[in-house]
């Protein structure tokens, strides 16, 4: 009996240089997982405009609006030769013949990424998103019947390059500029309190035998922390650090432990969320003054 050989999926061919990749498919078809194997920064997203006109990224009605910023970013972009990935729906005839044509005045090779995936597939998606982010049914089946069901079709439209998503090894895209990227110094800082209190975190020194130091900071008020390795009497890595000195027969300062954000608003507003620690006296303390 012989074994069946399974062929990896192909590698995404992306042109040396600058490109235009539209991605293809009905709102639920996967299309923003996809949009994610790319730099951030190259990625123009319907979705977000929306988001940022009515505070509903699934908000129709702000589509104008959202297509008006769109196109604005996407020619500045091109006119400065620089690698673009359009994620939207992209299913209409004339929506993608505006691409082709941008990408002909500005001289970009131009890629087609179609999605396969079956409407209701698409419909069920939306039952598990947030209310704010849910597309109507009639605009999936709609998106859903304007995507051309061959990359032949795509190519007659004018693509350069045309490809089936689920035919494409766009993991291994991922994986490949993730481990060359520089790694996240702010990295524990989102995983324990969120991308917005990261954005307002220094680090005053590089991590050294699992212990530093930092500040949450905006206009002049702050919150400072410490993170440490588990060990006793450590069996967390965050604590904040306290406005009040210990009061058990040593000035030095007072840490707690904190876990999350809400700990850290407890801590800004002079509560105490856990048992505070003093250094000086090596040991837990409930005086503070």
């Not at 905006?218 to 009497?233: H, S």
Request: glycine share 6%; proline share 7%.
């Amino acid at each position: 009996m012989h074994r069946q050989i399974e062929l990896a999926p192909a590698p995404l061919r992306l042109p040396d240089g600058p490109f235009l990749a539209a991605l293809i498919g009905a709102a639920g078809s996967g299309k923003s997982r996809v949009a994610r194997a790319f730099p951030p920064d190259c990625r123009l997203e319907l979705d977000n405009y929306r988001w940022q006109a009515t505070g509903a990224p699934g908000d129709q009605t702000a589509t104008p609006t959202a297509r008006a910023v769109f196109r604005e970013l996407l020619d500045a972009r091109l006119s400065r030769h620089l690698p673009t990935v359009v994620d939207s729906t992209n299913s209409e005839f004339d929506v993608r013949a505006y691409l082709l044509q941008r990408a002909r005045s500005w001289q970009v090779p131009s890629i087609a990424i179609v999605f396969r995936t079956p409407v209701e597939e698409c419909l069920a998606r939306q039952e598990t998103r947030l209310q704010d982010k849910q597309v109507p049914p009639d605009a999936i089946n709609r998106q859903a019947a304007g995507v051309p069901t061959t990359t032949a079709q795509l190519i007659d439209e004018g693509f350069k390059y045309a490809y089936y998503a689920d035919e494409l090894d766009l993991l291994g895209l991922l994986l490949m500029r993730s481990a060359t990227a520089d790694p996240d110094p702010l990295v524990d800082v989102r995983r324990a309190f969120g991308e917005d209190l990261a954005a307002v975190f220094t680090w005053h020194e590089e991590r050294e035998r699992g212990f530093a130091t930092g500040t949450f900071a905006v206009a002049g008020r702050e919150v400072k922390l410490r993170w440490m390795d588990d060990g006793d009497p450590y069996d967390h890595h965050w604590q904040a650090r306290l406005n009040e000195t210990c009061t058990d027969g040593c000035p030095g300062p007072l840490w707690v432990k904190v876990s999350d954000a809400a700990d850290l608003q407890t801590v800004y507003l002079g509560g105490v969320p856990d048992e505070p620690w003093c250094d000086g006296c090596d040991s837990n303390s409930l005086a503070v003054g």
